[in-house]
């Protein structure tokens, strides 16, 4: 279900983040390095080509909540842009390195002039992020972010498993009743 707030929809859907083809940005939970690897990183390096690598690698390494932008090649969207999310009860502190990923890949969109943009749950699988404690920090962080957008209208979190999208539905329900 879609949420309207400062005019920007917020909308949990549940699928595979490299099949988002009505959306302007994805977001990759990228590695330092930028490399492909395991998880939503190696589905979206494999989905856009070698080139993608070619492209991001020089970009790396980036530190722990950072954003930087790539073209996204095969990829039916327009840009990808990489973060990297804290390693849990490694990189501290965890809430605010998390909440810094989804400001600086919103504002880094934002400044592209992009009116849409689609997240996966950064750090909730290999780097081991609880899911409903991130979900809480995602989406409290977009909500402060929101003011300062100028483009963007549309913001999806694109969920792979059904619990985790349930888990997004409900903390969305309880931030916007
Ligand atoms: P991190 O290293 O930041 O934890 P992962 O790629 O291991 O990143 O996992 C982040 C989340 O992305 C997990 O919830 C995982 O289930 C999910 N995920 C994996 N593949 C996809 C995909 N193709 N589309 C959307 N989400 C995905």
Redesign the pocket.
């Known amino acids: 279900m879609a949420r309207l707030i400062n005019h920007i929809e917020l909308i949990n859907r549940q ?4 099949k988002q083809s009505d959306v302007d940005v994805i977001v990759n ?3 330092a390095q930028l490399r492909t ?8 390096h494999r989905a856009a080509g070698p080139d993608l690598e070619r492209a991001a690698i020089p970009l790396g390494p980036i530190q722990p909540g950072e954003a930087v932008i790539t073209e996204a090649f095969r990829l039916p969207n327009k840009y990808i842009i990489h973060c990297l ?1 804290p ?1 849990y009860g490694k990189d501290k502190p965890e809430a605010k390195i998390l909440g810094n990923c989804y400001r600086e890949a919103l504002k880094l969109a934002d400044d592209y002039q992009m009116t849409s943009i689609a997240f ?10 609880p ?1 409903e404690e991130a979900a809480k920090v995602a989406f409290s962080s977009i909500m402060a972010i929101l003011p300062e957008l100028k483009s963007i209208r549309k913001i999806y979190f ?4 059904d619990n ?1 999208f349930r888990i997004h539905e409900e903390e969305l329900k309880r931030l916007i009743p």
């Open positions: 699928g595979d983040i490299t939970a990228a590695n690897g395991g998880g939503v990183a190696g589905a979206i999310g390693v996966p749950a950064i750090s909730t699988g290999i780097f081991g992020y899911v694109v969920l792979f498993g985790d």
